[in-house]
Nanobody, 125 residues
Framework: QFKLVQSGGGLVQSGGSLRLSCAAP????????IGWFRQAPGKEREGVSC????????YYTDSVKGRFTISRDTAENTVYLQMNSLKPEDTGVYYC??????????????????WGQGTQVTVSS
């Protein structure tokens, strides 16, 4: 059973930075659409970013463009989300997700097959 294992996250002040990691042992990242979702308290889970399986093209929801960067290390089978200039509205539980042999649907991984365990990101004002 493939698993996505997340690390990173935590508490940071507004304007600060955090990096999330999503390790994907056993996956072949250049055959997966993989990305990040988040869920704020009392809100539905929303897509944040996706990286294309074919050419590594990256996509972002408008609210994080210019602040977040998704990247992948195919040798380490790990995907990262570097989050800069964090705002209180970025607070939530962040999940990495992947779908076999798929493409990003914009900034969203469509119908993920696999999910990470989630990690809390809290940005204080």
């Amino acid at each position: 059973q493939f698993k996505l294992v997340q690390s990173g996250g935590g508490l940071v002040q507004s304007g600060g930075s955090l990096r999330l990691s999503c390790a994907a042992p056993g996956f072949t990242l250049d055959r997966e659409a993989i990305g990040w979702f988040r869920q704020a308290p009392g809100k539905e889970r929303e897509g944040v970013s996706c990286i294309s399986s074919t050419d590594g093209t990256t996509y972002y929801t408008d609210s994080v463009k210019g602040r977040f960067t998704i990247s992948r290390d195919t040798a380490e089978n790990t995907v990262y989300l570097q989050m800069n200039s964090l705002k209180p509205e970025d607070t939530g539980v962040y999940y990495c997700a992947a779908r076999d042999g798929s493409y990003c649907s914009g900034y969203v991984v469509p119908y993920p097959d696999y999910w990470g365990q989630g990690t809390q990101v809290t940005v204080s004002s």
